[in-house]
C-alpha cells in the first residue's frame, strides 16, 4: 500500500491541467476531479497510511487551482459523518497536511456563516437549528487547524472570537469542550509564535491560565470531567446537558473575547509604529 501510493503523486499534477484546458466542458471537468478527491478521502480513511499525509495530500495542496474544491469537498464528507466521528478527524488531518494558512482560514469563515445563516430561522437553540450539524463538525475542524497556528490565529481573530461567543457552552460535552479548546489554542498559539509586547504578554499568560480554572470553565458548560474531553467525550452523552449560559456569564465570555483582541491589535499597532 505504502508504495502504491507514492505512484499517484506524479499524476496528482496533471490534475491542475486538466481544470485548464477542460475550458470547453470545464463542468465536466470540475465533477471528475471532485469524484477523484472524494475517492482519495475515502481510502485516506479506510486505508490509513502515513503516506497520505506526508506525500499524497500535501501533493493536492500545491495544485492551487483545487484548493475551493477541495474544501467543499472535505466538509461535504465530515458532515455527512457528523461530529466526533472518525471520518471527520480524517478530514482534520487532510486540511492540515494539504492546506494554507489562507485556505484553513476559510474553514473558520465558513463556520461564521453557518452560525449566521441561523439568525434569520432561529430555533429555540443552536442546536435544534438544522445548521447545527454543520456548525459542531467545523468547530471541530477549528480545532485542529488552531492547534499552534499563530498566523491563523491572528489573521482570524475577530471571527474566531465572534464564533466561540455564540457557541459558547452550546451542545454535549464534547462539543463544548471543543469550543474552550479553539478558544485556548488560539491563545496560545498568540503566545507561542506572535510577536507580543512584554505587557500584552503578561496579560495574555494571565488569560491563558484562567481559561483552565473554573472562572471560566463553568461558563462554557464543563466541570472537572468534561473539560478534557475535547478529544475523549461521548458525542451522544446523555448525561452532560447544562444550563443555558446567562446573560451575565456571556457578558464575562464577551469582555473577555474583547481583551484578547484588544491585546492583539494593540500588539500590531505598536510594531508597526516602531518600525
Given at each position: ?35 477523484i ?5 475515502r ?24 484548493g ?8 461535504q ?9 472518525q ?60 492547534f ?62 484562567d ?35 446567562s ?29
Open positions: 500500500m505504502e508504495y502504491g501510493l507514492l505512484y499517484i503523486q506524479p499524476w496528482i499534477s496533471q490534475i491542475e491541467n486538466q481544470l485548464r484546458i477542460g475550458v470547453n466542458d470545464i463542468n465536466e471537468t470540475t465533477k471528475e476531479i471532485k469524484s478527491l472524494k475517492a482519495l478521502t481510502l485516506t480513511f479506510e486505508k490509513p497510511s502515513i503516506t497520505w499525509y506526508t506525500h499524497i495530500w500535501p501533493s493536492v495542496g500545491k495544485v492551487t487551482e483545487l475551493r474544491i477541495l474544501l467543499h469537498e472535505l466538509c464528507y465530515a458532515v455527512e459523518f457528523g461530529f466526533g466521528s471520518q471527520t478527524e480524517t478530514v482534520a488531518r487532510i486540511l492540515l497536511a494539504s492546506t494554507t494558512v489562507d485556505l484553513q482560514g476559510q474553514i473558520v469563515v465558513r463556520l461564521r456563516e453557518a452560525i449566521q445563516r441561523i439568525i434569520p430561522k432561529p430555533a429555540k437553540t443552536l442546536v435544534d437549528h438544522p445548521a447545527w450539524k454543520e456548525v459542531a463538525v467545523l468547530i471541530r475542524l477549528c480545532v485542529t487547524l488552531s499552534n497556528n499563530w498566523q491563523l490565529a491572528h489573521q482570524y481573530l475577530p471571527d474566531t472570537m465572534y464564533i466561540i461567543a455564540v457557541t459558547a457552552a452550546c451542545g454535549p460535552a464534547m462539543t463544548r469542550s471543543s469550543t474552550h479548546a479553539f478558544l485556548v489554542n488560539t491563545v496560545q498559539s498568540l503566545l507561542s509564535h506572535f510577536p507580543l509586547l512584554p505587557a500584552d504578554r503578561s496579560k495574555l499568560e494571565v488569560i491563558l491560565a481559561l483552565s480554572t473554573a472562572k471560566y470553565t463553568i461558563l462554557f458548560g464543563l466541570n472537572s470531567s468534561t473539560t478534557k474531553s475535547a478529544f475523549s467525550a461521548s458525542v451522544n452523552s446523555a448525561t452532560d446537558a447544562v444550563d443555558a449560559l446573560i451575565n456569564g456571556l457578558g464575562t465570555i464577551v469582555a473577555l473575547l474583547i481583551e484578547i483582541m484588544e491585546l492583539a491589535t494593540s500588539t500590531g499597532k505598536s510594531s508597526h509604529d516602531s518600525g
